[in-house]
């Protein structure tokens, strides 16, 4: 059956899935100059399902590269995803989105995500005018994957390249091949295979937190690298530009420097909250070295962030900030296991 517009005539026609676009590469075409910029909307991405019963809705949110995103947006797509899933009509929700920062914004959504209707990130690694542009397979893998009933109950996911994955932990790991994604410390759920849906496993999520408000916009987290001689002058102008809370990027399993512990004491002792993560791509936090290492960040009060990605816990304490929550290793702790 050809691809129909508009709302299911009831509870047993076909699955209705909304669109939503917000840009990033799959939206992009390259100008004079050779540069590519998002300005395509959802419905010119030149997706083909007219042998598929499934009836799509396209809506633009925005136009824009995800290395564009504010906080503000992210708060926005959220909003949208929400007013989409309380529409009766609606089986699945699809988001195309940039790859640069699309781990931030599934993120946010599966920690707010409390439907189970599917909310599916897709995007593209060649832009639209490509003349290998993997952006209409991407997306009507994940226009498949949202429609599919399989996929209701697990929580936001990212479908690119023939994978699946849950939301948490999920990171772009290259910058240019057509398969850029990875789960640390796992694997994909799933896959899509000639058009056929197949899961593998299922996330285990935690109970969803409210919305974000406004307050999230301006939250600001900031992220400190660690390196062979670093100090803390980094850390200081963060909380001089008005940072709520530091996330350092420790070397190996999460470790300092006598300097860093030093500032993060001090830190805390005023009011800071400052979160312990590890600059290497996969792996725990294990608190375990002295003389300036994790085992005194820790001591000094730093939250260990166990296996969640820097930046994705970045969006974690932001949101949790926002609604004025005692944040503390309690707090985390069911989002970092």
């Not at 799959?26 to 019963?53: C, H, P």
């Not at 946010?108 to 639209?128: E, F, I, M, Y």
């Not at 009011?271 to 791509?281: N, P």
Request: hydrophobic share 40%; glycine share 10%; proline share 5%.
């Amino acid at each position: 059956m050809a691809v129909a517009l508009g709302k299911r005539e009831s509870e047993y026609s076909m699955p209705h899935i909304v669109v939503l676009g917000t840009g990033g590469t799959i939206a992009s075409s390259r100008g004079d100059d050779g540069a590519a910029v998002a300005e395509l909307g959802a419905g010119e991405l030149g997706v083909d399902l007219q042998n598929t019963d499934i009836s799509i809705e396209y809506k633009d949110l925005f136009r824009l590269g995800s290395y564009l995103l504010k906080q503000r947006h992210l708060r926005e797509i959220a909003e949208a995803v929400v007013q989409e899933m309380h529409r009766s009509d609606v089986d699945g929700v699809v988001i195309t989105h940039g790859t640069d920062t699309m781990e931030e914004t599934a993120y946010l959504l599966d920690l707010v995500h409390s439907d189970n209707k599917p909310v599916v990130l897709t995007g593209a690694q060649r832009p639209s005018d490509d003349l290998d542009s993997d952006g209409p397979r991407n997306l009507k893998d994940a226009i498949l994957v949202a429609a599919n009933d399989a996929a209701r109950s697990k929580g936001v996911l990212i479908s690119f390249a023939d994978h699946i994955y849950a939301a948490r932990a999920t990171r772009k790991t290259n910058t240019t091949a057509p398969s850029p994604f990875q789960t640390l410390g796992g694997g994909p759920i799933g896959q899509i295979i000639n058009g056929s849906v197949q899961f593998t496993s299922c996330p285990i999520r935690p109970l969803p937190m409210a919305l974000p408000t406004v307050e999230f916009d301006n939250t600001r987290v900031d992220v400190i690298c660690l390196y062979p001689g670093a100090d803390d002058s980094l850390a200081t102008a963060a909380v001089e530009s008005g940072a709520k809370a530091v996330i350092i990027a420790g070397s190996g399993v999460g470790n300092g420097n006598p300097t860093i512990v030093s500032w993060a004491r001090a830190a805390i002792k005023d009011g800071l909250i400052v979160a312990l993560g590890s600059r290497v791509a996969a792996g725990p936090v294990v608190p375990m070295y002295g003389n300036g290492g994790g085992a005194d960040l820790v001591s000094a009060g730093a939250v260990p962030l166990g296996t969640l990605p820097v930046f994705q816990a970045r969006i974690l304490i932001a949101l949790l900030l926002s609604t004025g929550a005692k944040l503390d290793r309690w707090a985390i702790a069911p989002y970092i296991s």
